[in-house]
């Protein structure tokens, strides 16, 4: 392919397109970051009249504070089930989809919907079907002999927010384990046949293997999303609740800070949740390529 | 080692009629080439043998057993694919091991079958190696290596070489005989480069918009092509087809069976000088002169029709172009043709 190359010699220009971009990143990202790292080292007065440098007490007292230990365990517990669920579905429509010829492209763009639904709108959505009083879930697990109170109930509490993000984290990875299923060639599939193997055989020893790299990917994405994307979600089904079973790091970090108004605490914890970005994007970048198996 | 057998086989797609109806038997150790242009079916009818396709109506037995309703995996065929379709996770051992497995086949076997198809194949120091780090005509090797270690009773090659070199493609294709020849397993292979099929087949199946056009030997079909299609698509450059009207002494057209109104003559069996014995003749002008090697095709442009037919000369003719120029053709040379029903006027081939 012939590009066209077109040469500017004024040198400042590069630097003007460049700056509108760098100045939304530095105000509204590197500064308000700086500012986390700075505040986690510091203890501020009940009124907001003087800050002490206290250096990493903020760390150390959240790292003994069971409360934080708790969060913790809860995130992962979450982030875990979010993945598996919502990775394990998306994979199962994505195969059925995939089967299926003439209504292939209805399915896909109904599948897809979900994804365009706001955090918010998913968490209000859920917490109305589940609702205790007048939700439709209760009332027909109540026919199972399922009591459903996700007000009192942790266990309970956390598998609605586990079945909300993982609904609507399902259309993301179906369209990239379509994708990633159109790009296994059909003859693998049929040599494969030839070769004696059932289908569910040639799933998991030929089209799984070669899905891989999608799935690592999507992965990593699911991890990232469940751990930071979700606080929208908590928010408007159970504030954290019922008695901080449903607390994880990124609703945490909101509570502590601007509804008990701890600022240094809070401000180190988002520290501690911006070092597990950190660590997580860089396995991406590191990984992701490298993982291809062919 | 199995006798295949295909009856009345017919294939739709949806109100599309793919193969209209194929009947053919191939002998134990015999290997079948079908060949025709793209869309004639071929694939199609290889693929429905396979499993890989349903089958409209019709039957298809593989060592006597109707596998018509069999899973691809039940009707102990190998298939070699067009792109080789090789496992790319897999090492080529774990290629060539996968079909033995899944079979239960135990350790052992497996591996005297992997040894002897890596020696047959020349493919031993390549066994640990993964698909991507092999050349075309590696992976070709290994995709064939796959189809022996399972000793099947039939081998399906579906264009194996088409994705190769010009070079390559001619080595693979003499190994390929030999292998075949030495395995003496039952053989259909798809192909539509007509030199491939010449040289590769005990027979020769053309096929045109899913029908057979000839059946029969290399030589029989280049010999005594059945059809007007099998004359112009068999041989290259391909037979002149000329209207019997454009012949200028007439009075030999008299003695050409009843109803011919097209002859075919093979651009070798068209000549400069006059012919002994009952021969016609043809007035145009040099059109063209192409030289290669050996050998010049020489285009003419028929004086009475406008057609242009090609003569192969030996050496190289000393011809202007737009020179005028007389063709002749010994009647024994010439394949007689009617052009409605597209068959040979003389007596008809066999097999149809």
Same mark, same amino acid.
């Given at each position: ?294 | 080692?199995?006798?295949? *057998? ?16 194929? $009947? ?43 596998? /018509? ?22 090492? /080529?051992?774990? *290629? ?66 088409? $994705?190769? %070199? ?48 000839? @059946? ?32 200028? *002494? ?11 109104? @097209? ?45 242009? /037919? ?13 020179? %005028? ?8 040379? @010439? ?18």
């Amino acid at each position: 392919m012939q590009t066209k190359r077109t040469i500017f010699p004024n040198k400042l220009l590069p630097y003007a397109l460049l700056a509108p971009q760098l100045a939304v990143t530095l105000i509204f990202f590197i500064w308000p970051a700086g500012q986390a790292v700075k505040s986690s080292f510091e203890r501020e007065d009940p009124f907001g009249f003087r800050t002490t440098f206290i250096w990493f007490e903020n760390y150390a007292r959240l790292f003994s504070e069971p409360g934080y230990v708790n969060s913790l365990t809860k995130t992962a517990i979450f982030a875990i089930s979010v993945t598996l669920l919502s990775m394990s579905l998306s994979l199962l429509l994505a195969v059925a989809v995939n089967r299926v010829i003439r209504t292939n492209r209805a399915y896909t763009t109904l599948l897809v919907w979900p994804y365009a639904v706001a955090p918010v709108v998913v968490g209000i959505l859920w917490w109305f079907m589940f609702n205790p009083t007048i939700g439709i879930a209760p009332y027909l697990l109540r026919g199972l002999g399922i009591s459903w109170n996700h007000r009192v109930d942790g266990t309970q509490a956390m598998i609605l927010v586990v079945i909300a993000a993982s609904w609507k984290q399902i259309s993301y990875n179906f369209l990239f384990f379509v994708a990633g299923l159109q790009s296994v060639p059909q003859a693998l599939n049929e040599a494969a046949a030839i070769d004696g193997a059932g289908p569910f055989k040639r799933f998991w020893t030929i089209v799984f293997p070669l899905l891989s790299p999608t799935t690592f990917f999507l992965l990593i994405v699911n991890i990232n999303y469940a751990m930071f994307d979700t606080f929208g979600l908590i928010d408007a089904t159970t504030n954290g609740g019922p008695n901080q079973a449903t607390n994880i790091l990124v609703y945490k970090v909101y509570a502590d800070g601007f509804l008990g108004l701890n600022i240094g605490s809070s401000a180190a914890q988002s520290v501690v949740l911006m070092l597990i970005v950190i660590a997580l994007t860089a396995i991406q970048f590191r990984y992701v390529e490298r993982r291809v198996q062919y | 080692m199995a006798t295949i *057998n295909l009856v009345d086989l017919k294939k739709n797609y949806g109100n599309v009629p793919a193969v209209k109806g194929i $009947n053919l038997q191939v002998a134990d150790g015999e290997l079948i080439v079908l060949v025709g242009p793209s869309g004639c079916g071929k694939s199609t009818l290889l693929r429905m043998v396979a499993g890989l396709e349903t089958v409209t109506s019709g039957r298809i037995e593989i060592g006597g057993k109707d596998v /018509v309703k069999a899973e691809p995996a039940e009707r102990d065929i190998a298939m070699v694919f067009q792109n080789y379709a090789l496992y790319p996770h897999m090492s /080529v051992r774990g *290629n060539l091991e996968y079909g033995l497995k899944n079979r239960g086949t135990p350790r052992g076997e497996i591996d005297r079958r992997v040894q002897e198809a890596a020696d047959i194949l020349e493919i031993g120091p390549l066994l640990d190696r993964k698909p991507r780090q092999l050349s075309g005509g590696q992976r070709q090797r290994v995709a064939m290596g796959r189809a022996i270690v399972r000793e099947p009773a039939a081998f399906l090659f579906d264009e194996p070489l088409s $994705n190769l %070199d010009a070079k390559l493609r001619v080595q693979m294709r003499v190994e390929i005989r030999k292998l075949q020849r030495r395995l003496k397993t039952t053989s259909l292979y798809v192909t539509h480069d007509q030199l491939e099929a010449m040289t590769l087949a005990d027979r020769l199946v053309v096929m045109n918009g899913g029908l057979v056009e000839q @059946i029969g030997t290399p030589t029989e079909v280049y010999d005594r092509p059945a059809t007007l299609f099998v004359a112009g698509f068999i041989g290259s450059p391909p037979m002149n087809l000329i209207e019997v009207s454009s012949v200028a *002494n007439k009075n030999s057209i008299g003695t050409l069976p009843a109803k011919t109104d @097209i002859i075919g003559i093979r651009p070798d069996a068209l000549f400069i000088a006059p012919q002994e014995g009952a021969s016609i003749s043809l007035k145009g002008s040099v059109e063209l002169l192409e030289p290669i090697g050996g050998e010049s095709h020489v285009h003419v442009r028929l004086d009475s029709s406008g057609q242009s /037919v090609v003569l192969s000369i030996p050496g190289r003719p000393h011809l202007e172009e737009g020179a %005028d120029i007389t063709l002749h053709a010994r009647l024994a040379d @010439i394949h007689p043709y009617n052009s409605d029903t597209g068959r040979r006027t003389d007596s008809p081939v066999a097999n149809l």
